[in-house]
């Protein structure tokens, strides 16, 4: 896809994010690799309800700023995914009230944070890792999303907001929603001893679908 396309589709899909609410203010970041292995990314303080095409941050293979303003400050969290999750090709961290709450619930499982509640939760996100708090743009979160080894494509950080990988733009938000959905799912019925996908649906799910995550990963071997 040529390189103007896809700045229209950073700019679409952020204005549709921010609109729904699903991440305030200049909050929130956007990225897609390009065929050189440079970058487009959203420029830092930038709402991504108001993103202006021409801003957006170029960024050459080695990270330097090639064209548009500054990039986020979230540039080490997007690299640790490209670096470790084959295939992706854009990432998309929000800071989505629901999934910033769950983070901060005592009984997650950080390998697990989220039970399998729907199939297309486990289809578009898969099972969600939950890295430690560090503080944006700290570049320890790189480390520690690189310690999940590239078996997660969705990944919450600790009070603060998901980051999710898909082999394109379109797929990495359809997957970062719903996480979001899941999440504010799993606060309407904490407490109500929902029922939940078996295994046995689940590994269904994982010979009809390629699974992104754990469940995907373990398919394939």
Avoid: C
């Amino acid at each position: 896809m040529r390189e103007t396309k896809l700045r229209e589709q950073i700019v679409g899909f952020g204005r549709s994010l921010f609109e729904r609410g699903l991440t305030p203010g200049s909050s929130g970041n956007i990225s897609i690799r390009l065929d050189d292995g440079g970058w487009l990314v959203t420029p830092t303080n930038a709402s991504l309800g108001f993103l202006d095409p021409a801003s957006i941050s170029r960024l050459d293979a080695k990270g330097n700023l090639v064209s548009g303003d500054k990039p986020t400050k979230e540039i080490p969290l997007h690299a640790a995914l490209y670096d470790t999750v084959r295939e992706s090709q854009a990432v998309v961290h929000l800071h989505s009230a629901h999934s910033v709450a769950v983070t901060m619930l005592p009984e997650i499982d950080p390998k697990s944070v989220l039970p399998p509640m729907t199939p297309y939760y486990l289809m578009r996100a898969g099972r969600t890792a939950l890295v430690p708090y560090f503080r944006p743009g700290d570049p320890a979160v790189a480390a520690a999303i690189k310690g999940l080894a590239g078996k997660y494509s969705s990944v919450l950080l600790a009070n603060h907001g998901p980051v999710v990988a898909g082999k394109d733009l379109e797929g990495a938000v359809f997957a970062i929603e719903e996480l979001e959905e899941t999440a504010k799912l799993y606060l309407l019925l904490r407490g109500l001893n929902p029922r939940y996908l078996s295994e046995q649906q689940v590994a269904e799910l994982a010979r009809q679908f390629p699974l992104p995550g754990p469940d995907g990963v373990h398919d394939h071997h």
